[in-house]
């Protein structure tokens, strides 16, 4: 992978023998798992490492243009117009200042990532525990609500039959003392107070 984003046209060599360098590079890549999208990578490096600006602005344009054109069809086109300006006085070209680059790892960052991995294992294991908690509640919810219990663990008030209720004010059965139709008794002044001299 290195090799082929490293690879830019060299002085004095042509457009055709850099892209077959490149398609030749680009074979060695299909072999490896996990590989980026060769055509995608092949026909950025080939735009990328030309040296000549104008071909490459070029290229440029027409990749905008056309996203689905193919390597082979890029580069027979970049070989058309390499011949039409090989008439055309040559200016020296600029390389492109950056080619490749390679992370080399460093053992603070991996500690740090190391440390996130753990973390989200753990916290992802906590998520799933209270997930499985929530559904355990919802169950034990839903089982009390059938039996006609509450929440809050008290039974919910069913009609009970009245005919067995005896009324505190007037020993009646049939209502309770909220319901009596007796007149509630006033209280009359007590005798209580300056009796016992």
């Known amino acids: 992978m290195r090799e082929l984003c490293n690879r830019v046209q060299r002085d004095g060599e042509s457009v055709s023998t850099y892209a077959f360098a490149l398609m030749k590079l680009s074979d060695k890549l299909k072999t490896f798992d996990g590989a980026p999208d060769v055509q995608g990578t ?10 000549d600006m104008v071909l490459r602005r070029e290229v440029k344009r027409l990749m905008k243009d056309n996203a689905t054109l193919s390597f082979v069809a890029l580069r027979d086109w970049a070989l058309d117009m390499s011949e039409e300006s090989s008439n055309l006085p040559r200016r020296k070209a600029q390389k492109p200042g950056v080619y490749g680059m390679e992370a080399t790892p460093n053992p603070q960052l991996s500690a740090i990532l190391e440390t996130l991995v753990t973390t989200v294992e753990k916290q992802t294991g906590i998520l799933q525990e209270l997930k499985n ?4 509640l919802s169950k ?21 039959d009245k005919s067995q209720i005896e009324c ?5 059965r049939g209502h309770y003392a909220s319901e009596c139709p007796n007149p509630v008794p006033v209280p009359g002044p007590s005798n209580r107070t300056g009796q016992g001299n």
């Not at 092949?42 to 040296?51: H, I, N």
Request: glycine share 8%; net charge positive.
């Open 42 to 51: 092949l026909k950025e490096q080939f735009r990328d490492g030309l040296s």
């Open 133 to 136: 908690d929530q559904t355990a």
């Open 140 to 160: 034990r919810v839903e089982t009390l609500e059938m039996t006609g219990r509450t929440t809050e663990g008290r039974r919910t008030r069913q009609r009970a």
């Open 168 to 172: 505190y004010r007037c020993h009646k």
